[in-house]
């Protein structure tokens, strides 16, 4: 069972960036700053956000997120989350 609710986590990174402490599936620990955050999202993917609603309807295991550092898409399982941290928005904006 995964420590964080990915809901509670979905409705965080929605209104937040976030830092995400997680293992990735090699072993390696990771740090990611990210969000969904529509003012900090590419305009073309604003547009759509149905499909991030869509995306996590259909994946319940992964969560896709924009990482803030590296301007992209990248995404983690849930149960792999060490520990998130809620960051200041507008240092990113």
């Known amino acids: 069972m995964a420590k964080y ?7 965080d990174l929605r209104k937040n960036v976030m830092a995400v402490y997680f293992t990735k599936v ?3 620990k990771r740090e990611m700053r990210c969000t969904l955050m529509p ?3 590419p ?3 604003v547009a759509e956000q149905k499909q991030e609603e ?3 309807d259909k994946n319940q295991d992964v969560l896709a ?4 550092i590296k301007g992209g898409w990248r ?3 849930i149960d792999s989350i060490e520990y998130v ?3 200041d928005p507008y240092q990113y904006s």
């Open 43 to 45: 305009p073309e993917y």
């Open 75 to 77: 995404s983690f399982r």
């Open 26 to 28: 090699n072993g390696e």
């Open 39 to 41: 003012g900090l999202l």
């Open 5 to 11: 609710d990915r809901n509670v986590l979905l409705e």
């Open 65 to 68: 997120v924009w990482d803030v």
């Open 54 to 56: 869509d995306f996590h």
């Open 85 to 87: 941290e809620t960051l």
